[in-house]
């Protein structure tokens, strides 16, 4: 018999080390993952906290709302309203995982599987996160984001800085290249550029230039809207793009601020398209390493079976009536559907044949699920993959809910022969990040006239903004822009609903 | 595959310290009224604890385009009855439905927990100590360490390099060691020269030179001087709390509750400005007797009203143990007003000549029953006396309190800075 990894609950720095290595041994042999080298590190529950406020990384610029975050957090994990996580793991290449210390050795082994292994893996080899961010550069370019926006506080005052960055944070989630064709991100590249175009900029500075009369500037009424459009890119839906680019008065530290803040959240636009994905991934492969652990004789029995009650706890997924429902727990989705394609390639029944003649009866289980990992996000995972028999098994259903509809909430489908694929369809809509996210776009500037920026929110299925927060966000948006904003609510068929105008606030200290 | 196993435990904690800091910053003027709010509700001995404060989220809300509204479809697990074509009750169904949209919005107000000095901070932020002129090397409570010039013993590490050259160069100067360009100039004269005698001469000069070179080390042991450090003691600042509080019969619980929470505020404050801090308690009936904190608060006493008492017993104790040019006095006085007839003068005089010249501060709480409606009719005694003392200058402070939760603002009004009540005085 193969020897114990551990005894009882405790564990130090050798056992962590026996079981990464037992871990790696399963992941890299039996499931045959390709993985990015693993660090792990254990940390404190305040660690924990730091690492939550600063959307999980390990380092990160100075911003008060991140203190506003670990004040929440810390006061409900006090309050013993939260639990924190057992783990946290960074796409990055070395993939960082961090554990926290008071686990137990089984736990630590199920999250050195889930997340050095699972997560790692899906980080590596997911096309998303292949052509959307550089795990290389990432912690690099992290640093080099923390020290950047440290020397514009030394340079240019903490405030400044600090409404620059309110506002990108503000336009965060519109700040995002939703379709690939540009060059992949190099962050390593990207961190030497800033600095050379501030050297530049050194070097080339002569204050008289300042001094030299300026010619009559060309009337650009002339141009045609098409040229003109065509100039600016538009239209053109990230916005914090389109400000870096064409905002006309933003110095170019803030410029780069604006950058800064872009990048980051293009890093995690993947992570928000995956969480089904993702998280069943990892969950899988938890299950599978910790099961073959279990029958090579590596774990006990009683450590077996504490590893199945949190497991057990983890995906479990309360029904729509359930007082504890909060929508679908990507874990509990994913998971099972991971487990529903391995029985499909291994063992399938005649619907599944008819279902997904590709993959039934393949036998090849690992191969067909690396090939979906790596080639799928959530929405058409989803769209892809979902079978009737856990459509059943979870009794899902559509609802309607139109406001306009006196007698009710409609059921629109449910798990019959007539509604798997509206069911399934519907599911995959609701995790695809397009119909998610606000359709909103830079579609004009009037240049000859005031300098006015127009925007426009494709309202689908009547869903507007909500106004205050909108106005607010417009505020921030016309501060960069420094000119009037307006925002026009359109439907599909073009007709305006709603228009926002805002103008900037006057700053207080003009930034030249 | 090479596998880093990092123990990160022992990192420096407080990483998220700055971010909150700046939240707390920008959060300032809601937290600073969360603050004193909460502190009207506490227990005096928890006032200053720390603790979880809620502030409204309006001024930290982090805006971000939202949708609401409009048609809505959603996949649910967990069908039971329901077949296609059903229609669902909203309210009866409301649950499920509303608890995904929700939850973005739910969040009007925050909380959080501060931490002890934070919340002094805050609590205490926009308040002065009134004349801290007064400082006296006294009580040393820290050591220092501090350079105090060269000695010729010490350890190594501390030998200075610069003062023992400049002495041995010195030495060397005073007994005219020969230099080296001296003798390698006899060397180049010996070397030309031709004629024998002029030679062996030269060559005796060469020989003494070189022999009193030898005999005068370049650096001697004698040069060799070492930084000398000195311990010495910090100065500190102390301060004295005389708490004096009438305690006859017609102070009632609720009263003197009032006036624990002032002299808790007082202590506290005073705890901030000063390391050291003594308080004297000392109540009076006809009586002033200096007594522990116990039995100032809670011990029964009975008997006339004499203020005058308490005062020449505070009198008597800064004469005895409070020498004034070494320690800032400060007093505050509690009392529900009443005194007897016949020593308002005596009273006016101990205070005006005696106490009032040494004391930094001197503060009187008139204290009442809560929703006391005569306490506003006419002034007591006390108050009238103290207010005609003030009228002709006196540097009194003094204020009416009936509420607890005036509690705090009458403290605030009583150490506002004073500049700005200075700016308003100047022009």
Known sequence: MTERLFEGADWDFHTLQRITDACEEVALKDLGLDVYPNQIEVITAEQMLDAYSSVGMPLFYKHWSFGKHFAFHEASYRKGLMGLAYEIVINSSPCISYLMEENTATMQ????????????????????????????????????????????????????????????????????????????????????RAGRRRQHEEEVFNDLWRTVPAGKSKTRSALSIERRRKLLGLPQENLLYFLEKSAPRLAPWQRE??????????????QSQTKVMNEGTATYVHYRIMTALH?????????????????????????????????????????????????????????????????????????????????YRDESFIGQFLSPKLMRHLRMFHLHDDPEERAGIRVDAIHDERGFRRVRRELARQHDVGYIDANIEVVDVDLSGDRRLILHHHVIKGAQLNETDAKRVLQHLADLWTYDVALIE?????????????????IPAAVA | MPIHIIDRRLNPGGKSLENRQRFL????????????????ERDIKDVLEGGEVTIPLDGMHEPRFRREGGTRDMVLPGNKKFIEGDYLQRSGQGSAKDSGPGEGDSEDAFRFVLSRDEFVDLFLDDLELPDLAKRKIAQTESEGIQRAGYTTSGSPANISVSRTVRLALARRIALKRPRKDEIEELEAAIAACTDEDERELLLAQLEKLKAKSKRIPFIDPL?????????????????????????????????????????MLLYVFLKRRYKHVEIVFIRHTDRAEEVDEQTFFYGPASGGTLVSSALQAMHEIVRERFNPSDWNIYAAQASDGDNSYSDGELT???LTDKILPVCQFFAYLEVGESGGSAFDLSDSSLWSLYERLRNSGAPLSMRKVSERSEIFPVFHDLFQRRETTQEKAAP
Not at chain 1, 152 to 160: H, K, L, T
Request: proline share 4%; charged share 30%.
């Open chain 1, 257 to 270: 601020l604006l950058r800064i803040v872009r990048h980051i959240a293009q890093y995690f636009y993947p």
């Open chain 2, 223 to 263: 040069d060799i001087r070492y930084r000398r450090f000195e311990t010495v003691p910090r100065p500190v600042a102390q301060a004295v709390m005389f708490c004096l509080m009438d305690v006859s019969g017609s102070m009632s619980e609720h009263m003197k509750d009032l006036a624990k929470r002032f002299y």
């Open chain 1, 109 to 192: 082994t199920l999250v050195i599987a889930h997340a050095a292994f699972g997560h790692n893996h899906f980080f590596k080899n997911n096309y998303l996160f292949k052509q959307w961010t550089d795990a290389d550069g990432i912690l690099d370019y992290l640093d080099f984001a923390k020290n950047y926006v440290m020397q514009c506080e030394e340079r240019y005052g903490r405030i400044e800085v600090e409404r620059t960055l309110d506002a990108a944070h503000a336009l965060m989630s519109h700040g995002i290249d939703r379709y690939p064709g540009k060059k992949k991100l190099d962050l390593r590249a990207e961190e030497k």
């Open chain 2, 25 to 40: 910053r920008r959060a300032k003027s809601l937290v600073q009224g969360a603050v004193k709010k909460t502190s009207q």
């Open chain 1, 490 to 506: 359109v439907d599909a068929n073009d007709k305006v609903l709603r228009e926002y105008v805002v103008s900037p606030r006057p």
């Open chain 1, 295 to 375: 029958q090579q004789g590596r774990i006990t029995d009683g450590n077996f079976l504490e590893f199945l009650g949190s497991h057990t706890n983890v995906v479990f997924q309360p029904e729509f009536d359930d007082p504890r429902f909060s929508g679908f727990n990507p874990y509990a989705l994913g998971f099972a559907m991971m487990q529903d394609i391995e029985r499909i390639v291994t063992n399938p029944e005649d619907e599944d044949r008819e279902w997904f003649p590709d993959i039934a009866g393949k036998n090849d289980v690992m191969g067909v699920l690396r090939d979906v990992w790596a080639n």
């Open chain 2, 348 to 350: 006016g005089m101990l």
